[in-house]
């Protein structure tokens, strides 16, 4: 599986900004799909996951209620969409699937395959 992350780039605070993953393959809707990001000298870690049906999601506390996570089956395409960024969203933002389709774990091993990442910048 191939991942293609797009839509990063340089923001103010407040702004808002869709990230888009495409996958390679047909098996798309059977898999959980995530966002995981890294920030400048910091760990990585999960921002916002969801299953293989879209019936099931997950967000880190640090961005409940201003991003969401969706996914197009149709189009074997994830999406991330931030509201009202911040500059502690500053981040290389990671596309990655899992084998499995439901939403078992969020952790990074359950993760299989990762894109190439999309940088994206909140200035102040």
């Known amino acids: 599986v191939q991942l293609q992350a797009s839509g990063g780039g340089l923001v103010q605070a407040g702004d808002s900004l869709r990230l888009s993953c495409a996958a390679s393959e047909g098996t798309f809707s059977k898999r959980a799909m995530g966002w995981f990001r890294q920030a400048p000298g910091k760990e990585r870690e999960i921002a916002a996951a969801?299953?293989?049906?879209?019936?099931?999601?997950y967000y880190a506390d640090s961005v409940k209620g201003r991003f969401t996570i969706s996914r197009d089956n149709a189009k074997n395409t994830v999406y991330l969409q931030m509201n009202s960024l911040k500059p502690e969203d500053t981040a290389v933002y990671y596309c990655?699937?899992?084998?499995?389709?439901?939403?078992?774990?969020?952790?990074?091993?359950?993760?299989?395959?990762w894109g190439q990442g999309t940088l994206v910048t909140v200035s102040s």
């Open positions: 969801i299953s293989g049906s879209g019936g099931t999601t």
């Open positions: 990655v699937a899992s084998i499995w389709d439901t939403l078992m774990d969020v952790i990074e091993s359950y993760f299989d395959y």
